[in-house]
């Protein structure tokens, strides 16, 4: 088992949470707007002081056992609390259409896109009909257009999440202006940038066993992609979207609505296997923390699921080892796992999601 420390978000502008290991204990300061408090947290209990009292919570540590696939990889993230593992196991495989967070990177780069809005958009041309029907000759997730649709930024987002459109993908790259190859090579490129040293792509819908990545990479960039990217969001929380003539389509997502698991991307290859980047919401007291987890290459006609049952049973081995600390009315959620294994370097303050019963489908190649 590999463990490191994740990059510190920003919290919310009344909170500002700093921590700093000493030894064998994590010191963590919480700034109000009317109050001032100090949390550290040594193996068993935590000491509160706030305005001249003290009190003090007792927290047991515990032993954080995360379950690994027993074949292939896996990596997870907590961003709030600054916490990254990965198995020990981490082969650069195919990852199908987790090809397609790369693909949103690159197009978000070029095509900004804020709630609610729909973002620039293009009529359907026969060239475009002529990929779509190329997609369907090889099996590959699609959905219907026609010549002539009109179809906007956020409307093609929609279907290349929720049901992995291929020839959504096509038409969001045709929406920057860039050829085929640049939008390749800024794909490449942006991977290095943001240290995916062991990612490479071959195109941009995934389709190629030449995509190229690892656990460790996906988890990163989704870690990235959905804390950066709010309109993602909603999204991906949908277990089925309404999309122009192609009318209702469904999530290829596992367990999107169920057990705190609000979705992101799935991909499926025989060269690939099932691959899942799942975010899945734990909460503790009303705190949303959101965590990520990335399994790859699992075998199976039902693949997917398969994948998806480990990401859940990542989440479930992560809940023991968050708690909750109440300091005059201010609750943060703390790493109390392992401590020679996972250093926290913040806490996490509440947050609020929405999520939608789904049903999981048999897939094509997606």
């Known amino acids: 088992m590999v463990i490191s420390v994740g990059v510190v978000l920003a919290l919310p502008s009344l909170l500002v949470a700093t921590a700093t290991a000493t030894g064998s204990a994590t010191t963590t300061t919480t700034i109000t707007a009317s109050s001032i408090s100090t949390t550290s947290t040594v193996p068993g209990s935590t000491t509160t002081t706030l305005a001249g009292s003290t009190t003090t919570t007792t927290i047991v540590p515990v032993n954080t056992v995360l379950p690994w696939p027993a074949q292939d990889s896996a990596a997870l993230a907590i961003p709030s609390v600054g916490v990254t593992a990965q198995s020990t196991n981490q082969p650069r495989v195919p990852i199908a259409s987790l090809t397609k967070l790369m693909t949103t990177w690159v197009v978000l780069q070029k095509l900004p896109l804020a709630l609610n809005q729909s973002g620039p958009c293009l009529t359907v041309n026969a060239k475009d009909v002529a990929f779509f029907h190329q997609n369907l ?26 049901h992995s459109a291929g020839d959504y993908a096509e038409l969001l ?81 596992p367990y999107v609505g169920t057990d705190g698991v609000v979705g992101v991307k799935s991909g499926y290859t025989l060269a690939a296997g099932g691959c899942v980047a799942m975010a899945i919401n734990i909460t503790l007291g009303g705190i949303v923390v959101p965590t990520y987890e990335v399994v790859l290459s699992q075998p199976g006609a039902n693949a997917l699921n398969v994948a998806g049952l480990h990401g859940l049973e990542l989440m479930r081995a992560l809940r023991p080892s968050l708690a909750l600390v109440r300091t005059s009315g201010v609750k943060s959620i703390t790493w109390i796992g392992s401590p020679a294994l996972v250093t926290p370097t913040t806490t996490t303050t509440t947050t609020t999601t929405t999520t939608t019963t789904s049903t999981t489908t048999t897939i094509p190649t997606i």
Request: with cysteine; aromatic share 8%.
């Open 137 to 162: 000759s090889i099996q590959e997730s699609t959905v219907k257009i026609v010549v002539g649709e009109r179809l906007c930024e956020n409307t093609l987002f929609r279907g290349l999440f929720i």
């Open 173 to 253: 790259v045709r929406l920057t202006g860039m050829s085929n190859a640049s939008f390749l090579g800024a794909m490449n490129a942006d991977a290095a940038t943001l240290g995916l040293t062991q990612t490479h792509y071959a195109d941009y819908t995934g389709i190629s066993p030449g995509d190229l990545s690892t656990a460790r990479d996906v988890v990163t960039l989704t870690v990235d992609l959905m804390t950066s990217q709010p309109f993602l969001g909603p999204i991906v929380t949908l277990a089925r979207v309404h999309l122009p003539v192609a009318g209702w389509v469904g999530s290829y997502t």
